[in-house]
């Protein structure tokens, strides 16, 4: 191999190996701690919103600018994140980013509940004889 051709190579490595990259990584996971893929995840401040990949995992590795571009993360910054999938409550976790790379714990999120109760109106159709008339549109849409 020829040696300006060796020292690049080298340098490439070198400069890879000791950038200093900051990242926030995390896991969203059900209550069964299986992981939730398609999960969006936004963080703020950062203006940033992106999707659980099919392990549950993400990595934020950027912020946006009020143009939306692309910058650094802010070091030793307090940030908020929120966890959303359809079905289930919002997830939040508040952090304090130094440097580097931060992994998170994992998060995890419950499903909706709706709570039944029984009613007190006597809501039996046997007391409405008439049923060709309702309080709605008829079958035809009007």
Do not use: W
């Not at 099919?54 to 070091?75: A, H, P, Q």
């Not at 580097?100 to 109760?117: A, F, N, Y």
């Amino acid at each position: 191999m020829h040696r300006p051709l060796l020292l690049a190579l080298l340098l490439a490595v070198g400069a890879s190996g000791c950038a200093n990259k900051r990242a926030i990584q995390g896991k969203v996971i059900d209550r069964n701690g299986q992981p939730m893929d398609r999960v969006i995840i936004s963080l703020d401040p950062g203006n940033v919103e992106l999707i659980t990949d099919s392990t549950g995992s993400f990595r934020i590795d950027y912020l946006r600018d009020d143009k939306g571009e692309r910058v650094k993360l802010e070091r030793k910054t307090d940030y908020a994140l929120e966890v959303f999938r359809t079905g289930y409550h919002v997830g939040r976790s508040t952090f304090f980013f130094k440097k580097g790379e931060l992994l998170l714990e994992p998060i995890t999120l419950k499903e909706d509940t709706i709570i039944l109760r029984a009613s007190e109106d006597d809501i039996d159709p046997a007391r409405f004889p008439d049923r060709t008339h309702s309080s709605g549109s008829n079958y035809e849409g009007e």
